[in-house]
């Protein structure tokens, strides 16, 4: 049974560090490309960062480069998303997916975190 189940988020005041956990399980965790995404109200879910299966390489949304890490413990079957300096304009719930290496258009969502900014 796959589960990808997300943690961390709660409320936090702008400038401030949260880190996101996803914990997968199920499925072979080093087959497979994670990426963290968010949705704010009222708008389209966006990529924010991702890491390669084995981590060595990672991108970043633009808005976050500087301010958000993403990594990967393979040992444990998770996935961080380290936030500093935390922006309103970052709140929303956040995602976290796993895209597979090997099966084209095999991927599995976590439910979601909700990430709150505010003073």
């Known amino acids: 049974q796959v589960q990808v189940v997300?943690?961390?988020g709660g409320?936090?005041?702008p400038g401030r560090s949260l880190r996101l956990s996803c914990a997968a399980s199920g499925f072979t965790f080093s087959r497979y490309a994670m990426s963290w995404y968010r949705q704010a109200p009222g708008k389209e879910r966006e990529l924010v960062a991702a890491i390669t299966s084995a981590g060595g390489s990672t991108n970043y949304a633009d808005s976050v480069k500087g301010r958000f890490t993403i990594s990967r413990d393979n040992a444990k079957n998770t996935v961080y998303l380290q936030m500093n300096s935390l922006k309103p304009e970052d709140t929303a719930v956040y995602y976290c997916n796993a895209r597979s290496d090997y099966v084209k258009g095999r991927d599995y969502w976590g439910k979601g975190t909700l990430v709150t900014v505010s003073s």
Request: charged share 15%; net charge negative.
């Open 6 to 8: 997300e943690s961390g």
């Open 11 to 13: 409320l936090v005041q």
